[in-house]
């Protein structure tokens, strides 16, 4: 298919992801870094969108060849990522401003081997021969995404996002979704500090596709006059016009929640998705022997 061949292979984008981050000053995140390299890329809009699995999740088949591009780039030492979702350049690699990627994919490749094979010298186990998977690829998040997709009815999804906003700290939240609408699925009232309040409508939508610009438009029509912000919820993703036009100057503002950022939020808040910490236990030798 000519527009799959127009996709960069994973180690091609190697060198525009490094560009991307040098422009947005050293560091940023996912979102923002898949945003910077869409726009460096120059690739067509509907290439951009094609979908990587949209059966287990909302990536996008570019998001997805980005993120084994931030993984060879960690792992060969060039960048590394905190527990928020920021990536960033290591600092005494600032200077970096391209690499060679078949260099990178070697240099990886070797060592991971090498790990192999000192890991079954001491555990006598088999293990995957390829680099594993990109860091931010937790399986959780497809389960999750399975569920919400498939076993959830659009009316539950309503409640869900309306439990969303309540734990978030809106007040006075309500699902008034009905047809001929405009899409608006619900509203509230957003306090910040205690002292300002913004009124709030929403849509929520269970897809596993790209949500266009021409819906965020459709959404912000019928909002106009009704709230001072939009809030647009999807299990799916949202295509980079569409994202320009949540933004668009002289226009009100639409905030856009995608289905990663969804995912995110539940387990911020524990809805639905349970933390289990693992315990290890260890004997200290040196204290027995010293009391």
């Given amino acids: 298919m000519k527009r799959n061949s127009q996709m960069p292979k994973y180690h091609e984008l190697m060198n525009p992801l490094l560009q991307a981050l040098h422009e947005l000053g050293g560091s940023g995140s996912i979102e923002e870094i898949s945003q910077k390299v869409s726009e460096l890329s120059g690739l067509p809009e509907d290439v951009l969108n094609i979908p990587h699995n949209p059966e287990k999740s909302s990536q996008t088949e570019i998001e997805y060849r980005l993120a084994w591009a931030r993984t060879y780039l960690k792992k060969y030492g060039l960048l590394e990522n905190s527990d928020r979702g920021i990536w960033l350049i290591v600092a005494d690699k600032r200077d970096v401003k391209s690499v060679d990627p078949q260099q990178v994919v070697k240099t990886v490749r070797e060592e991971h081997k090498r790990q192999k094979e000192i890991a079954e010298k001491e555990t006598s186990t088999e293990e995957d021969s390829e680099i594993e998977i990109p860091d931010e690829a937790e399986s959780w998040r497809s389960m999750l995404h399975h569920v919400l997709i498939n076993d959830m009815s659009p009316d539950a999804f309503e409640r869900l996002a309306k439990r969303i906003l309540r734990e978030s700290g809106f007040i006075q939240v ?41 819906e965020i438009r459709d959404f912000r029509g019928a909002m106009i006059g009704r709230a001072d912000k939009g809030l647009f919820i999807t299990t799916g993703t949202f295509t980079r016009d569409a994202t320009k036009e949540a933004t ?44």
């Fill in 248 to 291: 668009r100057d002289g226009a009100p503002p639409i905030d856009l929640v995608d289905g990663d950022q969804l995912a995110d939020k539940l387990k911020e808040l524990g809805l639905g998705i349970k933390k289990e910490m693992v315990e290890k236990i260890t004997v200290d030798s040196e204290w027995f022997k010293a009391i």
């Fill in 174 to 214: 309500e699902v008034t979704g009905r047809s001929g609408d405009g899409g608006i699925d619900g509203k509230g009232i957003m306090r910040l500090s205690g002292l300002l309040s913004f009124h709030v409508i929403f849509q929520c939508k269970k897809y596993k596709g790209t949500v266009t610009a021409s």
